[in-house]
């Protein structure tokens, strides 16, 4: 496909190249991009309206194209923020009492030691059931909802674990440092390898 300097362009590009067939990866095809924070909730509505094929919009086309084997491509979003109150752990937090009479670290601590697993678990058993396949793209977004207890690097980890095959994107709250992901401009934590769009998605590209 044609090149593009836009980043929100590039990650929907590559997210279809993959799902098609037309490029592969050493891995499972997950692509992510650097969002700005404040910008990062106009992003994910820009992603529901490309991946729903009866909105006209300005970003790679995906409706009618077919992989290899002749299945043609899907494209489906999760809201992150949506999924999370879904979650066994999540229902735990809110059992540990009001704030008042329960520490932030307890909460933290409870949510940091599940999310990832239990939210990639509710993924498969729903949204991937039938659809665990590299020509369905599966959209996570609002990934900055998890801040702090989970990351998108546990994520990634716990997809590869369970062996989703479909082609994952992430657009992801903060930068790339030195090829690794920093969330919301912390250090970076380890890197999972992904293939990474450098530049990140900030309000000029939005328009475009």
């Known amino acids: 496909?044609?090149?593009?300097?836009?980043?929100?362009?590039?990650?929907?590009?590559?997210?279809?190249?993959?799902?098609?067939?037309?490029?592969r990866g050493i891995r499972n095809p997950f692509v992510m991009v650097p969002v700005e924070p404040s910008v990062e909730h106009r992003v994910t509505e820009r992603l529901i309206q490309w991946a729903d094929p009866e909105t006209p919009d300005t970003l790679t086309n995906w409706a009618g194209i077919e992989n290899q084997a002749g299945n043609e491509l899907t494209v489906e979003c999760v809201r992150l923020d949506h999924l999370m109150p879904e979650t066994r752990?999540?229902?735990?937090?809110?059992?540990?009492?009001?704030?008042?009479r329960t520490t932030t670290n307890a909460v933290t601590e409870t949510l940091e030691t599940s999310l990832a697993d239990e939210l990639i678990g509710k993924l498969v058993e729903g949204q991937l059931k039938g659809e665990n396949a590299q020509q369905h793209i599966l959209l996570l977004v609002n990934l900055g909802s998890l801040y702090p207890f989970t990351r998108a690097?546990?994520?990634?980890?716990?997809?590869?674990?369970?062996?989703?095959?479909?082609?994952?994107?992430?657009?992801?709250?903060?930068?790339?440092?030195?090829?690794?992901?920093s969330f919301f401009n912390e250090d970076a934590r380890h890197y999972y390898p992904a293939h990474r769009i450098d530049e990140k998605i900030t309000e000029v590209y939005l328009d475009d």
Not at 89 to 100: A, K, N
Not at 153 to 158: A, G, I, Y
């Open 1 to 23: 496909m044609t090149s593009t300097r836009n980043p929100l362009k590039r990650f929907t590009e590559e997210l279809v190249d993959f799902a098609s067939g037309e490029r």
């Open 153 to 181: 690097s546990e994520l990634l980890d716990e997809m590869d674990r369970r062996n989703v095959n479909t082609t994952i994107g992430i657009p992801f709250p903060g930068s790339i440092r030195g090829g690794k992901l």
């Open 89 to 100: 752990v999540f229902e735990t937090t809110l059992d540990l009492g009001p704030l008042e």
